[in-house]
């Protein structure tokens, strides 16, 4: 085991934002044109270099850098993503009304069912879409003109924008309220929606059970008090080097792609909805007649969508749609301008590949 590689991702684990500066579009190549985290950072925190993101001192942590990044190369960690919508469906399992607020509105009745978040501007729209499926009453507790006076001056922008976003996806509509309402009885379930989140916690107990076990190298996980009864030290050394180093690759290879977790959360909601399949929402790209193969796409693209093969005297260039995050760092290299990004059916994203171009050679 490599105790500095678990050193340093243990501590990566520790701050609120994961950088990556290996997905940094403008880092990758100079001809990166995004300036989308620095444009919206609203403390003028995030400067970019040859090959780092640095953020200083005066970062208030609201995440509209992550909301805006295409590529995640900055994001969130806590509240991450994936544990925002847990909360959230958790809380709305057990009460009538919850309220989505930010921590600069702190809603002090504690008998009120509520979710906290940073700014509401770090919650992208995938999130917004996946939420309002299975959370009907979620309210925005917004008093009125209180982003005019907040420090994350741009939150405003991106919450509206990102909110608006969602509720054309999903076709809903949430609540957006000044004020604050007691449910005055106990939630009266019916019997699906009682039925739904029963099942939809035993998939999340026994998913993280699995994850736990795949971790594990699908050994049984027994605790350490058991083992030390058992076993003789060596033993459970050995046993410990093989289990930490296996966590080890499994946390860095979930933080080498970060931008899964949004794409995911999208690409299950387009999966279960017809209507949402035949939307335009995404953009993927297309290569032109012209191109010349020489692969620069392919080789700088930071999620590896695109890929070049040499197979049976034919060369092709193919797309994995669900990994391409709309970055445009392919449309801003291709010297020829002989790729594009254009609008598809979001069923398009569930294909497994699509072959770009090919030339025989
Ligand atoms: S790719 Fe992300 S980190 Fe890089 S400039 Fe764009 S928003 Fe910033
Ligand atoms: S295919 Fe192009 S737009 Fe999509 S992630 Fe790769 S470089 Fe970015």
């Known amino acids: 085991m490599n105790i500095f590689k678990l050193v340093n991702v243990m501590e990566k684990k520790m701050t609120p934002l994961s950088i990556e500066p290996n997905l940094c579009t403008r880092i990758i190549s100079p001809k990166g044109s995004c300036n989308s985290c620095i444009d919206y950072c609203p403390t003028n925190s995030i400067t970019i270099m040859k090959n780092k993101i640095e953020i200083n001192d005066q970062c208030v942590e609201c995440g509209l850098c992550t909301t805006v990044c295409p590529t995640s190369a900055i994001s969130l960690q806590r509240p991450s993503l994936n544990q925002l919508v847990t909360d959230i ?24 069912s509520s979710v906290t978040v940073p700014c509401l501007g770090m919650i992208p729209r995938e999130v917004w879409v996946s939420i309002s499926r299975m959370c009907e009453n979620l309210a925005v507790y917004h008093p009125v003109e209180c982003c005019r006076h907040c420090e994350v001056s741009q939150g405003e922008d991106v919450w509206r924008k990102e909110l608006g976003a ?17 449910s005055k009885q106990q939630p009266q379930y019916d019997h699906n929606r009682r039925s739904f989140f029963t099942t939809l916690f035993s998939e999340i107990k026994s998913t993280n059970k699995l994850a736990i076990q795949e971790a594990l190298g699908g050994s049984e996980v027994q605790s350490y008090r058991e083992k030390l009864q058992d076993d003789p030290m060596s ?59 020489c692969g620069a796409c392919t080789t700088l693209c930071p999620t590896n969508a695109l890929s070049k093969e040499e197979k049976d005297r034919c060369t092709t260039i193919t797309l994995q749609p669900h990994k391409c995050v709309d970055c445009h760092l392919c449309e801003d290299i291709c010297f020829f301008q002989n790729i594009l990004l254009q609008g598809v059916p979001n069923n398009q994203l569930l294909s497994k590949k699509i072959a770009l171009a090919e030339k025989p050679n």
């Open 89 to 112: 469906i958790q809380k709305y399992a057990k009460n009538e009304r919850v309220y989505l607020h930010c921590k600069r509105m702190p809603i002090s009745n504690s008998e009120i």
């Open 166 to 182: 969602g509720e054309a996806m999903s076709g809903k509509r949430f609540l957006i309220t000044a004020e604050i309402q007691k």
């Open 235 to 293: 033993k459970v050394k050995k046993e410990w080097s093989a289990v930490s180093t296996s966590i080890v690759e499994k946390v860095t290879n979930e933080s080498a792609f970060p931008y899964m977790n949004k794409r995911k959360l999208i690409l299950e909601e387009i999966m279960k909805s017809d209507s949402l399949q035949k939307r335009n929402d995404y953009r993927l790209p297309t290569i032109l007649p012209d191109c010349n193969f």
